[in-house]
């Protein structure tokens, strides 16, 4: 997960299971620095979760969910 994708260019990420925290999930794609820094991004109302604004750190990701921080657009797998 080194490579930030493109603005508008949704990029998967894959994780072992679902569900997965909002929370986790952005740190795990990189998305943030620590777990600090992305309950600040959710708290702060930088996150998108499939269009809509989410401001609840613990919300339950399915595969299929398109996060979206700066621009950037991660969507959830299960591999």
């Known amino acids: 997960m080194t490579s930030k994708p493109s603005a508008g260019e949704p990029r998967d990420v894959v994780v072992r299971e679902v569900p997965i925290e909002l929370c986790q999930f952005i ?7 620590s777990g600090g820094a992305a ?28 996060v979206t921080v700066s621009g950037a657009t991660i969507v959830v797998r299960v591999g």
Request: proline share 0%.
């Open 27 to 33: 740190k795990f794609a990189g998305l943030a620095e």
């Open 39 to 66: 309950k600040q991004l959710v708290t702060e109302g930088g996150v998108t979760v499939n269009g809509a604004i989410e401001t609840r750190k613990r919300k339950q990701l399915a595969s299929g969910d398109r």
